[in-house]
């Protein structure tokens, strides 16, 4: 049977250590030492104590290395069992990890805990397991801290001839981990190159689309600069509840709360944030959608394949809205802020054509969401599992060449229950208890500056909302840690007004250098 080239790839080996600790892989890099720099040589030669310590302090969840991972001289050699490429496919609910990928010194990332159970399965080898890199480690998309993801892929060259490998992982994994299972991939296979889309969820109450209430900050900025919302053709009882605040002027947080969850929003109303969410669909510079970018660069032309808003539903007293995000790649926040952009455009009248005006080279401030809505869906593979399906034409799938494609579809009735078990109850319990998406749209209606004047009824944006570097602005609008976590920890509301503006968020413009943002976000043009 012919076969291309791609598909005849060797199985690499994992070497058993040699006597005294050494292995047949440091035998073979020791022969390669004089062709190294004296830097490397160096790095090559640190002894076994080092390698231990880096070992330890490379375990992110504070678990001591399993028993037996360092082999005493003398001991019987390990055998020698094969390496093959693979695309683990995971789900996990990020609550309390400092985000998905694997970080020195950071305490307990998805990749860190995942990379963690490997080892100890005998996945990955214990010469490999003080250093993830050694294994190609690699992920489709990245999460921020906290952010939750139903699916995502993890290249990884493993040692998959473990009985019930699937189910051996999870046993070693924390409940909120899950491997919905594995695929061999070809050993050129990176699950962020080869991905070709990702989708996110956005998932929030629908109250926050009611407008400002009267007499805030922000109400009362506007009207001073001439943007007041009674003029907005947009403000009728089919768009925005006018109604909502009358006779309420002067009401309590805790009586707007009550009064907020029991509002619903109409067909009309979810037509109209459809058709504001279509300005985002395309390639536009998105520049205003992250930090630290300039106009002219690059890689702020990002290509949204699709955006929907699903139908309302309701749980409890509150009602939740969905906007799905299909996306070729994400920068930095991309997501967040342009849900934003979406429910202030809503909520203050302005016309969708103001998305527009946001990839113009002037630059704007444009708040996050808060982080707890966020949800990744799953990275998509339709390039690489078509050139799978051309190789496996002529193959039975039991042939040791066929590559089976990247199919989330074969786990979704499990994936769909580890959303609500986990994801979505995790959000809305947050929401009922901490009441976090009205703490964060009371604090962007508290703002009585320029920065957010652009989003009124005239959709213009004008100077006194633009941002020029180096310029100094009097009360710039000023975002909050609190908003990016999304568990109990971090949200409880028990600062006044005063310590929770010195609850600054110190990811702004020019705190991020472009190689950390690359590594920060999905892909880069």
């Known amino acids: 049977m012919n076969r291309k080239a791609e598909d005849l790839e ?79 496919l995971i789900g996990f609910c990020g609550t309390g990890y400092s985000g998905m990928q694997f970080q020195p010194n950071v305490p307990r990332t998805i990749e860190g805990v995942l990379f963690d159970a490997l080892v100890k399965a005998g996945a990955v080898s214990q010469d490999n397991a003080d250093d993830p890199v050694k294994v190609n480690l690699a992920r489709a998309a990245r999460t921020d801290a906290g952010v939750h993801a139903a699916g995502n892929i993890v290249s990884i060259k493993a040692i998959t001839s473990i009985p019930d490998f699937v189910a051996r992982i999870n046993g070693l994994l924390p409940p909120e981990i899950r491997l919905w299972g594995f695929v061999r991939a070809q050993n050129s296979f990176n699950a962020r190159i080869a991905c070709d889309s990702r989708k996110y969820t956005y998932y929030f109450p629908s109250y926050i689309l009611l407008p400002p209430k009267p007499g805030s900050g922000f109400d009362q900025a506007s009207k001073h600069h001439g943007y007041g919302s009674d003029d907005s053709p947009l403000h009728t009882d089919v768009l925005l509840d006018n109604e909502f605040w009358k006779g309420h002027e002067s009401s309590s947080k805790e009586e707007d709360l009550a009064r907020k969850r029991a509002w619903r929003v109409n067909p009309s ?37 699709k955006i929907e808003v699903v139908d309302p539903v309701v749980y409890g007293d509150t009602e939740w809205i969905s906007v799905l995000f299909h996306g070729q790649s994400f920068m930095l926040h991309q997501q967040r802020k342009m849900m934003t952009a979406l429910v202030m455009t809503y909520r203050t009248g302005a016309p969708s054509d103001i998305i527009d005006e946001l990839y113009s080279p002037r630059i704007v401030l444009v708040p996050k969401m808060p982080s707890l809505g966020l949800l990744l869906e799953e990275p998509v593979f339709e390039s690489y599992n078509g050139r799978m399906a051309i190789i496996n034409d002529k193959l039975d799938p039991s042939d040791p060449a066929y590559r089976p494609p990247i199919d989330f579809d074969l786990y979704r009735d499990q994936i769909i229950k580890f959303k609500d078990d986990f994801i979505y109850k995790n959000m809305r319990e947050v929401e009922d208890q901490t009441g976090l998406f009205d703490a964060w749209i009371r604090m962007v209606d508290t703002y009585a500056g320029n920065d957010l004047l652009y989003f009124n009824s005239k959709g213009t944006v004008p100077e006194a909302a633009v941002i020029e570097k180096g310029v ?54």
């Open 269 to 305: 109303q979810v037509a109209r944030l459809r058709e504001i969410v279509s300005k985002f669909e395309g390639t536009h510079n998105f520049h205003n959608f992250t930090v630290g970018r300039e106009f002219k660069d690059r890689s702020n032309q990002r290509h949204m394949k």
């Open 10 to 88: 060797k199985d690499e080996f994992d070497a058993p250590p040699a006597e005294g600790g050494a292995s047949n892989y440091g035998d073979q890099e020791r022969k390669k030492k004089k062709s190294k720099t004296a830097k490397t040589r160096a790095w090559k030669g640190k002894d076994k104590k080092e390698k231990a310590g880096r070992r330890a302090r490379r375990r992110d969840d504070g678990v001591p290395a399993a028993e037996g991972e360092d082999h005493e001289a003398g001991e019987p050699k390990a055998p020698r069992l094969p390496k093959r490429q693979c695309a683990l």
């Open 472 to 525: 100094k602005r009097d009360n710039p609008f000023r975002e909050k840690r609190k908003f990016n976590m999304t568990g109990f920890a971090a949200t409880t509301e028990d600062k006044s007004e005063e310590k929770l503006q010195e609850d600054e968020d110190e990811d702004d413009e020019g705190s991020i250098d472009k190689q950390e943002l690359a590594e920060k976000e999905d892909n880069i043009f």
